[in-house]
Nanobody, 123 residues
């Protein structure tokens, strides 16, 4: 059974940090790109960051560059999103998703999705 388990969300003050985890199982992790997406109430789902597990190539939305860092632990089939200098506008439900091959967009092309984890940044 394919599973993506997202965790690590929470409530943090502006300027704080959180680390999200996305634990994968049930598929060949190295063959996929993993993306983090977020959706705030009343807004479209948007891409945040992504990584090609096979070679470690990373991608970031302009809004998070310099603040967020994506990484993968292939031995644990887990992708992390380190989020620093958080802003109230980062508040959203964060989802991880897996796409066969490489990270890509839009979010609608992804094969598998995790359940989402809430990130709330207070001002």
């Amino acid at each position: 059974e394919v599973q993506l388990q997202a965790s690590g969300g929470g409530l943090v003050q502006a300027g704080g940090s959180l680390r999200l985890s996305c634990a994968a199982s049930g598929f060949t992790f190295d063959d996929y790109g993993i993306g983090w997406f977020r959706q705030a109430p009343g807004k479209e789902r948007e891409a945040v960051s992504g990584i090609n597990v096979s070679d470690g190539t990373t991608y970031y939305a302009d809004s998070v560059k310099g603040r967020f860092t994506i990484s993968s632990d292939n031995a644990k089939s887990t992708v992390y999103l380190q989020m620093n200098a958080l802003k109230p506008e980062d508040t959203a439900v964060y989802y991880c998703a897996a796409l066969k091959g490489e990270y890509g967009q839009p979010w609608t092309i992804y094969d598998y999705w995790g359940q989402g984890t809430q990130v709330t940044v207070s001002s």
